[in-house]
């Protein structure tokens, strides 16, 4: 079977001192399997974790590495024993192209808590837990990639394909807490962060039924998220407002994608409530007063991705909703610059590059 040339864009190593730089680089694809499909690329999310993968900042990067898991494309090849989807069909591809498929998690359908080995398979760097071995994965960076067709999600035909790639990253994992922890109608949820990750949280919450509160440090995001449909703006350095929301909010999701210190959430809880972390990866600023947790019977958990079957869900109920990611296309060529604009928060709120650009470079 003939490999398959592809263009990409990647980084050969970490220079965390002056920015990973992505250059062009040329892959091989292999040929698509019996239960495999082959998708020509049309459009990749840049995600903030594209960002901290290059840059090595979770110490785990295998080189080089092509980023990209928020991806829309058409599917040109299908394997022989391929059924859910033929030649011409619009599809997308998340955070996962593998799990162990056997481990109690991945036969209940959460197949983004795989407790195989080495736990589920990226779609680009290789294995969330790297094994020794250098296994690596390529990512949507590139104008074509071979996934397994049970890892592969169907478009639905209402949602615009060129805003749809974020869907599958920021989209699902803001709705697999809010379906995990039961937003129903009326239900009083914040989203801490108004970027990326929360700009999708506050127009799923919301479609849910829920009281939307946004909390962000800056008074210039107030118009953007009473625009997605935050029904208040609490501005986190107004210690009068944080004061009288204390006791608040039964759900509190915080997006934001570096440390910060915690405690002043908790406080925003009502008994029994739950704040969860979807953003960073890694310890908080300040250690979490469990004080404030226990006297109100509080919960402070986190949440990764989501399953294959909830990102069908979220696309199906973006759908449903008329809810798209609001982006910015660029150009394959301009991902360097995207990326600084990301370490200068200046993207509202998601980047898109149309692979079209990489396909047209020599």
């Not at 690596?136 to 209402?158: A, Q």
């Not at 615009?160 to 803001?174: E, N, R």
Request: glycine share 8%; aromatic share 6%; net charge negative.
């Amino acid at each position: 079977m003939e490999a398959i040339k592809t263009k990409a864009y990647g980084a050969k190593a970490s220079l965390i001192d002056s920015l990973s730089r992505l250059s062009r680089m040329d892959i091989e694809r292999k040929a698509p399997r019996e239960d495999e499909v082959l998708i020509d690329i049309l459009y990749c999310g840049v995600c903030h974790s594209d960002l901290h993968q290059v840059r090595n900042d979770w110490a785990n990067t295998i080189y080089p590495c092509i980023p990209g898991h928020e991806i829309v494309g058409r599917v040109t090849q299908a394997g022989s024993g391929v059924t859910k989807y033929k030649v011409g069909d619009v599809v997308g591809v998340g955070c996962m192209v593998d799990s162990c498929g056997q481990c109690t998690s991945c036969t209940g359908g959460d197949e983004q808590y795989c407790e195989g080995p080495v736990s589920w398979t990226a779609t680009y760097n290789g294995y969330m837990k790297p094994d020794g071995s250098g296994y690596n994965t390529f990512g949507g960076y590139s104008t074509s990639i071979v996934v397994k067709e049970s890892f592969v999600l169907r478009i639905p035909d209402k949602l615009d394909i060129s805003k749809a790639a974020p869907i599958m990253c920021a989209g699902v994992t803001t709705y697999s807490p809010l379906r995990h922890w039961n937003t129903q109608p009326g239900d009083k949820v914040a989203v801490v962060g108004i970027g990326g990750l929360g700009h999708m949280a506050i127009q799923l919450a919301k479609a849910m039924g829920a009281h939307v509160t946004a909390i962000t440090h800056s008074e210039d995001k107030r118009a953007a998220a009473e625009a997605l449909g935050a029904d208040e703006v609490l501005i986190e350095s107004d210690k009068k407002a944080m004061e009288a929301h204390q006791l608040a909010f039964k759900l509190i999701l915080s997006t934001i994608p570096d440390k910060f210190d915690i405690n002043p959430y908790v406080s925003l809880l009502q008994r029994d409530g739950a704040l969860v972390v979807v953003g960073v990866l890694g310890p908080f600023k300040s250690p979490t007063n469990n004080m404030e947790v226990a006297f109100h019977r509080r919960s402070v958990g986190a949440s990764i991705i989501g399953s294959i079957a909830e990102t069908q869900e979220v696309l199906d109920f973006c759908a449903e909703h008329a809810i798209a990611p609001e982006v910015e296309m660029i150009a394959m060529q301009d991902i360097n610059k995207a990326f600084s604009r990301m370490l200068d928060n200046d993207v509202k709120f998601r980047f898109v590059i149309d692979m079209q650009s990489l396909k047209d470079e020599s």
